[in-house]
């Protein structure tokens, strides 16, 4: 069965500094991509950054990059330079090749400190 | 070039009630997805539909929750006599095809209180 598993329910970082937000992840798939979503306290969703499963680079968009260990079916979110912008639930997910569905998280509650 | 256009944006029903919730995908978008998000949960998927079908039902509830994508108009998920728990964000996104190769655009999310 697919499933993301989000340790942290609550994650705090100072304004400028770099943030890692966890997201393991099970599958006995082998293609399949992960996406993070940002979803601020007005409700929608954000797509910030995807890695599909054979992709040999590290995903980066802006000041987000994903940490992808495959072996260790994990996909961690890295957000440097934190703004207070940033301040939000993160929710990392799935979806197989061949399935139309995404697979979330239980999110991560981010808060930046000035 | 107008986002997946959700609406009513927050909608309170009575137990009993009938709720309907619209979406409009983003233009040229024939793939439509709806999703639900308890509180403190990440969304969960209910229905996939393309225009007139509906390709997967997988995550709907088996009764009184129904879902729609005209020929013309917006996609429908309908929700017939409420009841307490269904109390939660409903969000539809649109894709203009499937696979991994296209990405989902979600809207802003539908906000159902049932009191």
């Known amino acids: 069965a697919q499933k993301i598993t989000q340790t942290q329910p609550g994650m705090f970082v100072q304004e400028k500094e770099a943030v890692t937000l966890d997201c393991t992840y099970d599958t006995s798939d082998q293609s399949y991509g992960l996406f993070w979503y940002k979803q601020p306290s007005s409700g929608e969703m954000i797509f910030l950054i995807y890695?599909?499963?054979?992709?040999?680079q590290n995903a980066t968009e802006g000041r987000y990059s994903l940490n992808f260990q495959k072996a260790r079916k994990s996909a961690n979110l890295v957000i440097s330079a934190s703004q207070l912008g940033d301040s939000a639930m993160y929710f990392c997910a799935m979806q197989h090749t061949g399935s139309e569905k995404l697979v979330f998280g239980k999110g991560t509650k981010l808060t930046v400190n000035p | 070039n107008a986002g997946v256009m959700q609406n009513p944006r927050h909608l309170v029903r009575r137990r009993g009630q009938e709720a309907r919730l619209r979406c409009s995908p983003m233009k040229g978008h024939s793939h439509v997805y709806w999703y639900r998000q308890l509180p403190e949960e990440g969304l969960k998927f209910m229905v996939y539909?393309?225009?007139?079908?509906?390709?997967?039902e997988s995550g709907m509830p088996k009764e009184r929750f129904s879902a729609e994508f005209p020929k013309e108009g917006p996609s429908i998920l309908r929700i017939q006599q409420v009841v307490r728990g269904d109390s939660a964000a409903y969000f539809c996104?649109?894709?203009?095809?499937?696979?991994?190769?296209?990405?989902?655009?979600f809207g802003s999310g539908t906000r159902l209180t049932v009191v």
């Open positions: 890695q599909g499963s054979y992709d040999e």
């Open positions: 996104a649109s894709s203009p095809g499937t696979g991994l190769d296209y990405g989902y655009t």
């Open positions: 539909l393309q225009k007139e079908n509906i390709i997967d």
